[in-house]
């Protein structure tokens, strides 16, 4: 398309729910495109060439980006064809767009490079790839196109067993299926998703359309074994006995705690424990649901992170005045920018600069203060690019009835201890170029290589993986065929 | 989903249950627990399996109706129902090897806990005495403990019209502590093991370190997920946090810190207690949904 177009410089905006209305509630809080505003943004694209685009080489598993965007304008005037067609582009590389669309951090990725911000904003692509998803779950057309591809499925005879039903397992037993396998995850907890489903809130990322994402699967013919622990119900060892290949995609699920006095007092929840309980078992509903959750009049999140930013968000939809407590400053702030400022306008103080150093309790037992060493920023980096930060030896205290930890998480210990499978110091699993582990037929992708690291990124590693499990089966076959 | 084969009120308060779980039932061992899931909007809790058998592929488990997850099981589930969710094998079995003269004790419900632990251990050559203290109409598994190990003794206590749930607690502890004090001091023990609430744990404890015998004992935290991913059941030992579901559920009685596990326990009473009210409220306005 050469065309010369004219220049947009201003986003169209996509609807969000009144602030005042959000704190309330667990519903999403942006609306995202109609078609209509979907196609006004999508004009704005420059359609950058392929080979160029810089867009696509910011995005992890290089999404068409300009493809996708160009197909919403083509078939303007037919948007049940031009959303199949944007849905085809995308699922070229990615199995997960409702979901990333929604969650990646795009400013850092895809729309960090975008050449659009050199004279206006950048394209709003992750809102077009949202859309797209959107779209496309709503008229069934995602459904279409997955069972136009079904037929031509042919059978394997191979069986491959996956642990863990986050993004990066879901996106390998996709894709396995796709190509023919007999797939069968195994999944700890009692619903498939993994963080979408257990840590990311509902305001973020119903979880209907999780729901959908693993219904599809199951058309596919995945089978889905909830409530198996690898490690406990079943061993890696059985598992390879039964299945021709396995991939580990079990996250990093073990919260870190801070080593400080006090840390067992009640009302201290680790993000993941206060996620859990709110998203999964949807202790915001209590007593309708059955689990509790105790939200003070005063919290403080440690951590500024994703997920301190999903719980300090979800304790304000409790009414509570929440603080967010972060040892370094604002530029170092972690999660992705439209959380920051969702957070910002639903009240949610920052404090920067405080370690905590001790958690106070009172008689009964409970938290009541948390006190903070004051820390100062040097002008010499870290590795990976953060000022590196000193206490400063003076302290301050503040007052909360729960505190909520959201300083990071290792990956699951079940997993790491099988016999035989090497993993670094930090309990990462060790995997070659492949994403092979040290035991033959056993591959490992997402936050269970990673450490903590992103949906996208947890889902290219199952698509990385996939190609690579078929690869090995296949030479399998072959070699057993001979 | 996990069928209920069989279900029926074992003693007062006690409902034991015989559910199609394949998946654990060929892996349990002695000293494990499952997580069940019984309805769309309930809640995860932990439960131990007492009997098991790996070709038939089920469960038994037994629960002490105590609050609304244990108090909805009892009355909605019949035999033909089935559990959402039993998630398992799950925490570390208990160490099977002689100890010699073992001292097991059960608090109330802690003895169906006790069984399948006292019985592997007679079984591999240990001197098991099993106690059960108890109120009287929560007796249970008498005679299969009298048929599993050396002796089975039973401190029961009748119910005073008028106690509530302190003054049953207040009786038991008192029970307890007395009698275990006259086996430590009229026998030799290489190990004394004990499950039930932690108030009453503790309690024996503080005798059997007069004794100075070595002390197991299975915790209670509050769990959520039961595989180490939330921190719910963090307890202290020897100093250190670990998490009850992976690291346990048994720990040196003499590291535990005791207190900090009461106050623990006790976190959510105020929203238990709401809870069980809005359901007995509920009850009370379809009294069809009542009996079984
Ligand atoms: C609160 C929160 C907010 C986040 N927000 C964002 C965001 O906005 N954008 C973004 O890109 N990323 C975000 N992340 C990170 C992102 O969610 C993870 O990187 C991603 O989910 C990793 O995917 P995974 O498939 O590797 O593992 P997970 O999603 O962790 O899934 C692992 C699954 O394996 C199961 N499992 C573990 N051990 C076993 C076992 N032994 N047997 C059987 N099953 C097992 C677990 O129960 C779980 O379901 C967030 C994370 C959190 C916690
Ligand atoms: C490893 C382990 C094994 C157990 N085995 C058995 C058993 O075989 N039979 C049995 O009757 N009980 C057992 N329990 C205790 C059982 O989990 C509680 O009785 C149950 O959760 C009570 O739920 P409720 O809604 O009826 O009562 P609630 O009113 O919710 O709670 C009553 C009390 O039960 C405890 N409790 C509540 N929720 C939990 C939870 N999620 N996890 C742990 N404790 C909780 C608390 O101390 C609470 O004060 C076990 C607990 C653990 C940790
Ligand atoms: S860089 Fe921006 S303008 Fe260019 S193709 Fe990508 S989204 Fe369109
Ligand atoms: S119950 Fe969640 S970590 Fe133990």
């Not at chain 1, 990066?168 to 894709?175: D, H, I, N, R, V």
């Not at chain 2, 769309?40 to 488990?61: A, K, Q, S, V």
């Not at chain 2, 370190?209 to 719910?232: F, N, Q, R, W």
Request: glycine share 10%; proline share 5%; charged share 30%.
């Amino acid at each position: 398309m050469a065309v010369k177009r004219k220049i947009i410089k201003e986003r169209v905006p996509t609807p969000e729910r009144p602030v005042e209305e959000r704190i309330k509630s667990f519903v999403e809080v942006n609306l995202g495109y109609t078609f209509e505003l979907a196609v006004k943004e999508a004009e704005r694209c420059l359609q950058c060439p392929y080979n160029y685009a810089p867009c696509i080489k910011g995005c992890p598993v290089h999404i068409n980006i300009p493809g996708f965007i160009g197909k919403l304008v083509e078939y303007r005037n037919d948007p049940d064809k031009a959303v199949k067609e944007a849905l085809n582009v995308i699922w070229a590389c990615n199995s997960l767009p409702a979901t990333t669309g929604r969650v990646c951090p795009q400013e850092d990725q895809c729309e960090m490079n975008c050449v659009m911000g050199k004279v206006g904003d950048k394209i709003n692509i992750g809102k077009l790839e949202r859309f797209v998803a959107d779209y496309a779950r709503e008229h069934g057309i995602d459904e279409e196109l997955l069972f136009e591809m079904v037929p031509r499925i042919e059978k394997k005879g191979q069986k491959v067993a996956i642990i863990g039903a986050g993004p990066a397992g879901l996106t390998a037993a996709g894709e396995l299926a796709k190509l023919g396998y007999d797939v069968t995850i195994y999944e700890a907890l009692h619903e498939a998703g993994g963080v979408l489903m257990y840590g990311i809130p509902e305001f973020r990322l119903p979880k209907s359309i999780v729901e959908s994402e693993i219904d599809k699967l199951k058309k596919l013919g995945v089978k889905i074994l909830t409530d198996h622990i690898v490690g406990k119900t079943v061993t890696m060892e059985e598992l390879l006995k039964e299945y021709d290949a396995v991939f580990i995609g079990s996250g990093a699920g073990t919260p870190r705690l801070i080593n400080a006095p006090g840390i067992n007092l009640n009302g201290i929840y680790t993000a993941n424990e206060f996620l859990t309980r709110v998203n999964l078992m949807k202790a915001y509903l209590f007593p309708e649901y059955d689990t509790p959750v105790k939200v003070g009049k005063r919290v403080i999140v440690i951590g500024a992170g994703n997920t301190g930013m999903d719980a300090a968000r979800s304790a304000r939809r409790f009414g509570a005045e929440v603080t967010i407590a972060y040892r370094r400053g604002e530029e170092d702030v972690s999660a992705r920018v439209e959380e920051v400022e969702h957070a910002k306008e639903e009240g949610i103080k920052f404090v920067y600069f405080v370690n905590p150093v001790e958690f106070i309790g009172d008689e009964k037992g409970n938290v009541k203060a948390v006190k903070f060493e004051k820390m100062k920023a040097l002008d010499e980096r870290d590795s990976r690019g953060k000022r590196k930060i000193v206490g400063t030896g003076e302290y301050v205290t503040i007052e909360a009835d729960t505190v909520i930890i959201a300083i990071g998480k290792h990956p699951n210990r079940l997993i790491i201890n099988t016999p035989g499978l090497e993993v670094d110091r930090r309990g990462k699993i060790v995997v070659n170029e492949n994403l092979m582990t040290s035991i033959p037929g056993v591959f490992a992708g997402g936050d269970a290589i990673r450490g903590e690291a992103t949906v996208i990124l947890a889902m290219g590693d199952g698509r990385k993986a996939a190609k690579a499990i078929h690869e090995y089966l296949t030479e399998k076959r072959e070699s057993q065929n001979a | 989903m996990y069928r209920i084969l069989d279900k029926k009120e074992l003693a007062m308060k006690e409902v034991w249950y015989k559910i199609h779980a394949p998946h654990v039932a060929k892996k349990v061992q002695p000293g494990q627990f499952v997580i069940v899931r019984a309805f769309p909007n309930g809640e995860r809790i932990p439960l131990t399996p007492i009997r098991w058998d790996r070709e038939e592929g089920w469960i038994e488990l037994v629960t002490f109706v105590r609050g609304k997850t244990t108090m909805r099981m009892a009355n909605e589930l019949k035999p033909g129902d089935a559990l959402l969710n039993v998630a398992g094998p799950l925490g570390n079995p208990a160490e099977m090897k002689k100890f010699g003269k073992i001292l097991a004790i059960g608090l109330i419900t802690g003895i169906v806990e006790v069984f399948p632990i006292a019985k592997a251990w007679q079984e591999i050559g240990n001197d098991v005495t099993t106690l059960h203290v108890s109120p009287n109409p929560m007796v249970v598994l008498r005679e299969d403990l009298e048929n599993s190990v050396s002796r089975h003794i039973v401190e029961g206590f009748d119910l005073q019209p008028g106690w509530g749930m302190n003054e049953i607690a207040q009786e038991l502890v008192k029970r307890a502590v007395a009698k275990v004090k006259e086996l430590l001091e009229s026998e030799h023990w290489d190990l004394v093991f004990i499950v039930g609430p932690a108030g009453g744990q503790k309690a024996v404890f503080e005798v059997v370190k007069e004794y100075g015998i070595p002390m197991e004992a299975d915790l209670h935290p509050i769990m959520v997920d039961g595989t180490g991913m939330c921190g719910s059941c963090r307890v202290t030992v020897g100093g250190e946090v670990k998490f009850a579901c992976i690291d346990g559920p048994g720990f040196d009685a003499y590291k535990v810190d005791w207190d900090e596990l009461i106050h623990r326990v006790g976190f959510y009473t105020d929203m238990e207690k709401k809870a069980m009210e809005e359901y007995m409220k509920l009850f009370k306005q379809t009294p069809q949904g009542g009996e079984q």
